[in-house]
């Protein structure tokens, strides 16, 4: 065991899936849309512009805040965020200082600090043209409704923090605000790290912030190589630089991006063109009992009817997989034997729900499957004996080596069963009795 205790926080950004941007009406979804194609005035940062906020994006960030357990503010307001860079045209951005939608509130053992919306900015592509190593910038996303979420430096470990991760990204899903798909670059992640010595309890007097991590999977390794890398430096009695570090996929260990000798300056100050906003009790509740069932009391509901773990988790991991469970589930009630988990075996592990969009559909197949189950091998063999009878000619050319009627047998024989027979039982019965004819 180390003598180092990691403390690390995260602080995850969603895009959401809103249909316009935060502050004005050009289209939010700008994947793989051709560069600078969604932009106006507003999100172009053009002067005399005026942003208007956009309200399912308040509202989806508050049900967000709910599902996370927060204390949602009734009084809120954005903040302009300043500072410089070339994919923020304004020379700042709107975002939320010291009243953000929502305030403290967790996720499971972890701390949520608070949950507040913000505006994303616009996308820096370093490439070459003509020959020249050139830095463009794309606009389409400028402006696109961003919530952050933010964590106090309660998790322990990579593993911990990747568990986080994904649960917050499955929420997030279940809540149908953003795809949250890290890949894409809808869920974007930054840990901060630092170690604790046993004999000091309270925080390192520093911290190291990572970025660049595009996948639950980086983000484990990215945060393993930096916890180690930090125990080196103190173990050999030096120092923590405060910095920013990326990840990098090639060498697999974290790099200095740049070094934070303090907190930077944003000079905030309160957005004077929106107005700040207000909410009554009675509009929280009714966001409140917009939101689904979550994927924790999903699983406890799945663990109830005698499930493995991992097809409760399989089932959980799509809420609309989860939802189609539940209602087959509900329709094969007294009609089959175990339902729950032949339902959620077929579903697992032959991905049979696909096959029928209805779960009507499904039920009706595994009814049909069981019944065919129960037709008895006498019953069976009766009918294999009368059809041998009936088709001499077919019977002759199979001993004469055409081993293709086989197939016309088994069919005579299951349409003599009305379809209810297991076609491998008839085939076994079958050639058994010709090879008997036979000797
Ligand atoms: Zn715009």
């Known amino acids: 065991m180390s003598k180092y205790h990691p403390v690390i926080g995260l602080e995850v950004h969603v895009e959401l899936a809103t249909q316009s941007k935060m502050f004005c009406g050009c289209p939010a979804d700008h994947f793989a849309v051709s560069p600078n194609t969604q932009t106006c005035p507003v999100c172009l940062g053009l002067p005399g512009a005026l942003p208007v906020p956009n309200k399912k994006a308040v509202e989806w960030t508050m049900m967000l805040g709910l599902a996370l357990d927060c204390k949602v503010n009734l009084e809120s307001k954005f903040d302009r965020k300043h500072y410089f860079y070339p994919d923020l045209p304004k020379g700042y951005q709107i975002s939320q200082y010291d009243a953000p939608l929502c305030g403290v509130g967790k996720l499971g053992k972890i701390r949520i600090r608070r949950v507040h919306l913000e505006e994303d900015t616009g996308k820096l592509q370093h490439t070459t043209l003509n020959g020249k190593k050139v830095s463009l910038v794309d606009f389409n996303r400028s402006g696109v409704p961003l919530v952050e979420v933010v964590t106090e430096p309660d998790l322990t470990s ?62 484990k390794k990215a945060i393993g190589v930096e916890i180690k890398r930090q125990e080196e430096i103190l173990s050999s009695g030096k120092k923590v630089t405060q910095e920013t570090r990326g990840y990098s996929e090639e060498t697999g260990k974290t790099f200095s991006q740049r070094t934070k000798e303090e907190e930077q300056d944003y000079r905030y100050f309160p957005e004077p063109d929106i107005p700040p906003m207000k909410y009554s009790n009675k509009q929280i509740n009714e966001l409140s009992n917009k939101i689904p069932e979550l994927p924790n009391v999903k699983r406890e509901k799945l663990k109830k009817l005698g499930l493995s773990v991992n097809y409760v988790e399989v089932l959980v991991a799509d809420r609309s997989r989860a939802e189609y469970f539940e209602q ?112």
Do not use: C, H, W
């Open 158 to 219: 990579a593993l911990e923090a990747e568990k986080f991760a994904r649960e917050l990204q499955l929420i997030i899903r279940y809540l149908g605000i953003s795809d949250a798909d890290m890949e894409k670059g809808s869920m974007r992640l930054e840990a901060n790290i630092s170690l604790a010595t046993s004999e000091v309890a309270k925080l390192p007097g520093y911290k190291v912030e990572l970025k660049n991590i595009n996948s639950f999977g980086f983000m």
């Open 328 to 439: 087959a589930l509900r329709q094969a009630q007294g009609k089959l034997a175990e339902p729950a988990k032949l339902i959620a075996s077929v579903m697992v592990n032959q991905n049979l729900d696909q096959d029928f969009p209805e779960p009507a559909g499904l039920i009706r197949k595994l009814i049909e499957l069981g019944k065919r189950k129960y037709v008895q091998v006498d019953e069976v063999e009766k009918v294999v004996q009368v059809v041998l009878k009936e088709n001499g000619k077919a019977v002759q050319d199979y001993s004469k080596g055409k081993k293709e009627v086989l197939g016309f047998l088994i069919g005579q024989v299951q349409a003599g069963l009305k379809g209810q027979g297991n076609p491998r039982q008839i085939q076994e019965i079958l050639v058994n009795s010709l090879s008997d004819d036979q000797n």
